[in-house]
């Protein structure tokens, strides 16, 4: 299926994201297929506005979510730029809870669409966020719609439903092997989920940075972190660790062999991907390219007047 030609809302936009083949990285692993899906072709430029969107569409119709409350989460950038872009094209106001070191351009682009910024201790990485978000709803139950990702069930649905089997249709019977890193796990959950159902074995493997004072933004070290509850350590078949510099190196690989300009964690996909690749012989590996390098960019300074 592809996106519709002309959309009544942004919302409309999100999903159905191409998947590329990397020849040039690929040839590291001759006879095996690597395969990239770009996520951040979605509105928002990452992989979460699927989750994002699916959070506030279900909560919208159970009646969680009211045109009276704010909508609020712990998220250092992707969710909350997802939230903000839906939450201003539906209409409903934005919090986001963020630890105070997140990249300036992270809090301009939320900003923009009219979101609320909370800051949370630098120190406290993400896992500060998270408590001081729970505790800002334990005060005002009622002023709050917390959507929670790291609990929330249509965080993983979202990648069921869409990610999954869109691999699925886009691959086919081709794909031996899927992996992806973790953050909320969300991706890694949903889409294990559905290649799992597939008639014969995918082998679905978690990448996870190796050291827990890492570089890879968006990932999560579990075994020092706050493990989300909607992560299950034995869903996926393996799991992999990935060093900074390998994720790091790989990102700076894609940009310039194959004219991708991707984050981070992006890069520790492709590389955990390549291994299994070279490991797989003949297989075929597809993984998400989780957003694009330039959000990452300290943000050119906008005057809004000229001085001459
Ligand atoms: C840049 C980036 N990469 C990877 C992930 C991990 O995705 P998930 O939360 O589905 O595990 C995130 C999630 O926040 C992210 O922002």
Redesign the pocket.
Known sequence: MARPARMRSIVDAVGQTPLLRLHRIGRDAPNAKLYLKLEYTNPGG???DR?ALQMMKDAIADGRLTKDKILIDA?????GVAYSIFGAALGYRVALVMPANVSQARKNITRAYGTELIFSDPMEGSDGAIRLCRKLVAEQPDKYFYSD?YRNPS?PLA?YLGTGTEILEQVGSEITHFV?????????MGVTRRLHEYHRKIVCVAAEPAEALHGL???KHMGSSIVPEIYDAKLPDEHLPVKTEDGWDMADRLAREEGLHV?H??GANVFAALELAKRSGNGCVVTIA??RGDRYFAPMRWEKQYEW
Do not use: A, F, I, R
């Open positions: 990452s992989v979460k989750p998220t250092s950038g992707n969710t990702q965080n990648h992806t890193g973790l953050g909320t796990s969300g991706t890694c933004e968006g990932l984050g964690s992006t989780c957003d």
